[in-house]
């Protein structure tokens, strides 16, 4: 482990080395780069955690902090992921709730909200009692917050038991997978939830123009004659979801609505201007719609970033030698699916600026089977709890980001998007006296995304065999050990 | 095209698609095609060159011309034919592509040649198989023995394609024969037109834009898409008609036969703005009256039969290639 970091790990005198889901009794984080976005600082510090508690903060100055930079040890608050899938109950062979959360503290995560599209879905607070229990069986301490169905079995006609599912904590309301089918369904569940005072997480995909889509509509889909994935389907959405939002308010002054993995420059458009027009809407884009563009589905291995030409155009992967790898590769089959590097740059943008609030992996965990198929048939999503960091960090060596509008959309950016339903570490600062609830990784440190290096069962990642910079070494969840770099 | 002015080794274990031909390996195949054309006017048209070699033809999709040109290409060559009518159904009975793939190696195939629905299977397969994958058809994507005989046919009669303004009809959304001709013909440096109702362009037109300004595969000579058929006509040199399947009415795409035929098909009159020895294409099978008048299908400078014989010497001429190169010679890379 890096040299600033002492005690509360293995062979390090001081202090007996706790297990996962241990209290951390004492750890000292000397001469690192700390992030601490409620109080909007970051800068050289230092950091002890003693019996679980976040004991000091101790901000350096002058002398003491030469030669401490962020591309070192960073020290933040724990992550919170507004968006994954357990897989758990259904379809334990992709991911159970015990290796989801383990993936989750490896990339950082200390707070993972579930989606409702399990087998059974999320419908009742039963399916939920089932989740918790395999959280609790798993002796992780990374918190599972979970999102219930909009409607039963997410079949998208009747209303699941919503006031039993927020009764039993429902962070959300979402048949994510699949909008919401029926505006009229959504409007109803705006009104409900605008009640219970819950947020309706939509997934915003017009079901009738993707039928049968494959990739991105545009050239890369046009030259491998996939059947293209129109923009058109996530801005029409995302426009029906403001719509019928701004109808609900006046009878529902509580609606809340939250758009899940915008991966549009329009969709961002919209929810810019509904913003900007005082409407409750919030939204989170994920790290592969902004880091990875559809030419990877032809082969190219590059970053969004490095896929735009000088005039703000896509590159043409095809003319200037990008294409490194097979193309169809089943990884990089994702809904929505990975976009054109404009749309990635919008992403990116709307980051920047606030119209996105979080960032959010929807980690969607597959079996070798599942994705082992003809680009066409192969199951949709990216393994994503574990590389979000990286590619994130990619972005800020690249200057598309800063690390601290990074580590807010990983930490008070999604918090602020729960509310007070946002599990017991709240706003995700590194408030002295608080439990500790934190993230160390070295950012100068580089790893390798190998099936073996990954702690989900979904090994379902385009970046597969890549070197990405930001090596977590520590995660600390409530006080207690998360995840240790079992070589630091 | 440049032929290849030193000999040029094949050095691609798989064909699945044109995109990764150099202007040398396709005039390696036009050379090959030569070659096998001799064959095939012997009196006997078999040769010993892949004796002991199984082929096995697995076809996902309903076809006859193409399936039984690689058959009748693979017993010319003496290879022992598998042939394997597979149907979507077996997806749905659960068995995978990739199991299906290591039965039919575990069953001896030295080289397969695959039909599939889907875009891009063919690369899956040469993922798991350990011989060599001849595409015969994916999805939309590609077509990469139908563009490579339609190359054939074309320089037969016109030779060296650079500058010859050569128009593609119809529905290309949905067409690997169109696809991969884009590739073959702008890598020849042919003059590229495609031409049709603007919702089965979709798509083409990005894709033309994109190769404009300099940018797009090394030597190429204009690539533009539009729906104006006086303009894509006049002075062709070449027009290859794609068959318009009814599906696209069902589908909402377009409105109907009889409006297509009367705004798209390619009829006497039409061809007149044409050059007088334009040659007249089409991959098969024809709508005879809808895309293509029956009347134009037949005149002298038609060489769609053309097309289905030299199909057969260049399927040849690609296993025969593919057959040469094993162990450390092939590109391990399933796009070499």
């Known amino acids: 482990m890096a040299e600033a970091v002492r005690g509360g790990t293995a062979g390090d005198a001081g202090a007996s080395a706790p297990r996962v889901g241990e209290v951390v009794e004492l750890l000292e984080i000397s001469r690192a780069w700390l992030v601490d976005p409620v109080a909007g600082r970051e800068g050289p510090g230092e950091i002890v955690v003693r019996d679980g508690l976040l004991e000091a903060v101790t901000w350096l100055e002058g002398a003491e902090a030469e030669g401490i930079a962020p591309d070192g040890v960073v020290v933040a608050p724990g992550f919170v992921d507004l968006h994954v899938h357990l897989r758990e109950p259904g379809n334990e062979d992709a991911e159970t709730v015990a290796s989801g959360l383990a993936a989750a503290a490896h990339g950082g995560f200390t707070t993972v909200c579930a989606m409702a599209n399990t087998t059974p879905a999320a419908d009742e607070p039963g399916v939920f009692a089932r989740v918790r ?201 994702v809904n929505p699916p990975l976009r054109g590097a404009e749309d990635a740059a919008a992403v990116l943008a709307a980051l920047r600026d606030g119209t996105a609030d979080a960032v959010a992996t929807d980690h969607a965990p597959h079996t070798q089977v599942d994705k082992e198929a003809e680009f066409g048939l192969a199951a949709n999503g990216i393994s994503g709890l574990e590389t979000a960091l990286g590619v994130l960090l990619a972005a800020v060596g690249a200057r598309q980001l800063t690390l601290g509008r990074a580590v807010e959309a990983l930490t008070t950016g999604p918090s602020r998007v729960l509310g007070d339903r946002g599990g017991h570490i709240g706003a995700r600062g590194l408030t002295e006296g608080a439990a500790a609830d934190l993230v160390v990784f070295d950012a100068g440190a580089a790893w390798t995304v190998t099936a073996d290096a990954l702690a989900s069962r979904g090994a379902n990642t385009p970046l597969l065999g890549r070197e990405l910079p930001g090596r977590v070494l520590l995660t600390i969840a409530a006080g207690r050990l998360a995840y240790r770099d079992p070589e630091a | 095209m440049s032929e290849p002015t030193t000999e040029h080794f094949w050095h691609h274990r798989h064909v699945l698609d044109v995109d990764v031909l150099s202007a040398a390996d396709i005039g390696l195949v036009m050379k090959t095609t030569d070659a096998m054309k001799e064959i095939l006017a012997r009196p006997i048209t078999k040769v010993p060159a892949l004796r002991g070699r199984n082929v096995t033809i697995i076809f996902y999709e309903a076809s006859t011309r193409t399936r039984v040109s690689f058959e009748v290409a693979a017993k010319n060559l ?259």
């Open chain 1, 133 to 333: 229990g395999a959280a609790a069986a798993s002796g992780s301490p990374v918190e599972l917050l979970l999102h219930g169905a909009v409607t039963v079995g997410r079949g998208g006609e009747r209303l699941a038991a919503l006031g039993e599912l927020a009764d039993a904590g429902a962070v959300g309301f979402s048949d994510d997978g699949s909008s919401v089918k029926s505006p009229l369904i959504l409007r109803n569940v705006l009104l409900y939830a605008g009640m219970l005072g819950v947020p309706v997480v939509e997934h915003a995909e017009d079901a009738v123009m993707t039928t049968g889509a494959e990739a991105n509509e545009g050239y890369v889909a046009s030259v491998l004659g996939l059947k293209g994935w129109p923009v058109a389907a996530e801005v029409m959405a995302v426009e029906r979801a403001i719509a019928v939002l701004a109808t609900v308010l006046p009878d529902a002054p509580g609606a809340r609505l939250h758009l899940t993995h915008l991966s549009t420059a329009g969709a961002l458009d919209a929810v810019r201007r509904a913003k900007a027009a005082g409407l409750p809407v919030t939204c989170d884009v994920t790290p592969h719609h902004l880091g990875l563009t559809d030419e990877w589905v032809a082969g190219a291995r590059r970053w969004a970033w490095e896929a735009l030409g000088d005039d703000g155009a896509a590159r043409d992967p095809w003319a200037d030698g990008a294409l490194v790898a097979h193309p169809y590769s089943t990884a990089c089959r």
């Open chain 2, 78 to 336: 003496s290879a022992d034919v598998v042939n394997i009518a597979a149907s979507a159904s077996s997806v749905s009975k659960g068995e995978s592509l990739v199991d299906t793939i290591r039965t039919i190696e575990a069953l001896g195939a030295h080289m397969i040649v695959m039909r599939h629905g889907t875009s891009g299977a063919p690369y899956l397969a040469a993922e798991v198989f350990s011989g060599s994958v001849l595409n015969g058809g994916d999805g939309w994507h590609a077509h990469p023995t139908q563009a490579l005989l339609d190359l054939y046919t074309m320089r037969a009669h016109l030779g060296d394609l650079r500058g010859k303004k050569v128009v593609i009809l119809g529905d290309v959304l949905h067409s690997r024969v169109a696809r991969s001709n884009v590739w073959t013909l702008t890598a020849m440096g042919a003059d590229l037109w495609i031409c049709g109702p603007t919702p089965i362009l979709r798509g083409f037109d990005t894709w033309a834009a994109h190769w404009a300004n300099g940018r797009g595969p090394v030597g190429h000579d204009g690539f533009t898409v539009t729906s104006d058929m006086d303009a894509a006509l006049k002075d062709a040199d070449v027009v290859m008609a794609l068959r318009l399947q009814r599906e696209r009415m069902d589908a909402g795409i377009l409105p109907s036969l009889r409006e297509y035929a009367a705004r798209f098909g390619l009829t006497r009159e039409r061809l007149t703005a044409a050059r007088p020895d334009a040659l007249v294409m089409h991959p098969g099978p024809m709508n005879e009256g809808v895309e293509i008048a029956a009347d134009v299908a037949v005149l002298d400078r038609s060489v769609i039969t053309e097309q289905v014989s030299n199909g057969v010497a260049v399927r040849m001429a690609l296993l025969y290639l593919l057959a040469g190169v094993h162990g450390d010679d092939a590109e391990g890379s399933i796009g070499g």
